[in-house]
C-alpha cells in the first residue's frame, strides 16, 4: 500500500479485492480494481497532488456500482476515458472528436 494512504483505505482495498477476487478476477485484476476505487476516492476528497478531469467530476465507484466498468455498448466508458486513452496512445486530433469518434479511433466499435 502507498503510505499516503490511511489505515481506512487499506482496509477498504483489503475488502474490495478480496471481492473481485471471490467473483472470479485474478488477483493482479482484483488489486487494479481495488487500487483504482481507492484512489479515485482519495482524489474526490482532496488527497492527491494530482488528479484527472473524470475522477473529480464523476459520481464515486460506490456510486456508479459498475455501470460503465469498461463495457462495450450504450453504457461503455465517457468521453473522458476515451479521451484519456486516446492521449496515451498519442492520437491526433483526439481533442475535437466526438465520443463515437474516440472509440472509432481506439478501434472500439
Known amino acids: 500500500m502507498p503510505k499516503e494512504w490511511t489505515d481506512k483505505q487499506e482496509r477498504q ?20 480494481i481495488a487500487a483504482r476505487t481507492v484512489n479515485k476516492n482519495r482524489a ?6 494530482t488528479a484527472s478531469r473524470s475522477s473529480l467530476q464523476d459520481k464515486s465507484p460506490q456510486q456508479r456500482g459498475g455501470q460503465r466498468s469498461g463495457r462495450r455498448g450504450p453504457k461503455g466508458p465517457t468521453r473522458d476515458q476515451l479521451y484519456n486513452e486516446a492521449k ?3 492520437i491526433k486530433g ?16
Open 44 to 49: 474526490q476528497a482532496g488527497q492527491t497532488k
Open 88 to 90: 496515451k496512445r498519442n
Open 94 to 109: 483526439r481533442s475535437s472528436m466526438t465520443k463515437n469518434q474516440l472509440a472509432h479511433a481506439l478501434g472500439r466499435d
Open 13 to 32: 482495498y483489503e475488502h474490495i479485492k478480496d471481492s473481485a477476487e471471490d467473483r472470479g478476477a485474478s488477483t493482479g485484476r482484483a488489486e487494479e
